[in-house]
């Protein structure tokens, strides 16, 4: 099976605990598909660029980065941006989350940690 809806180049997928596949994409979107039945359900805008990376914590939130230096964390429920978390002075290349910090690698050569509570 295919799964198409993005514009440009797909970057990343992460596979969220409700059987929802993310994927982010040089479109500067994230999508959200049925892992079961591959239909598209949402797409996802906040970033200003290229999103990079995705990656979804145990809690169900989803976070990507993007060449917007940004780094968006979405209700894994609903979709709904909840806070979009700032500091890089580049592309935010790479993301890692456990229960309780969230962990960035960036092309400014830095590793950012945020609680994953608050940012």
């Not at 059987?19 to 039945?37: E, H, I, P, Q």
């Not at 995705?54 to 809690?59: E, L, M, S």
């Not at 989803?62 to 429920?77: A, F, M």
């Not at 935010?92 to 509570?117: F, P, Q």
Request: aromatic share 6%.
């Amino acid at each position: 099976r295919r799964l198409k809806g993005h514009t440009y180049n797909v970057y990343a997928l992460a596979v969220g605990n409700c059987g929802r596949v993310y994927s982010a994409s040089r479109d500067g979107t994230v999508k959200v598909w049925s892992g079961s039945t591959g239909d598209l359900l949402q797409t996802l805008h906040g970033h200003e660029n290229r999103v990079r990376t995705i990656t979804v914590g145990a809690d169900g939130a989803v976070y990507s980065g993007s060449d917007d230096h940004t780094v968006i964390v979405w209700s894994g429920e609903d979709g709904r941006l909840v806070r979009t978390l700032t500091g890089h002075r580049s592309n935010v290349l790479s993301l890692a989350v456990d229960k309780t910090h969230l962990y960035s690698g960036s092309g400014d050569s830095t590793i950012r940690v945020w609680l994953c509570s608050t940012g």
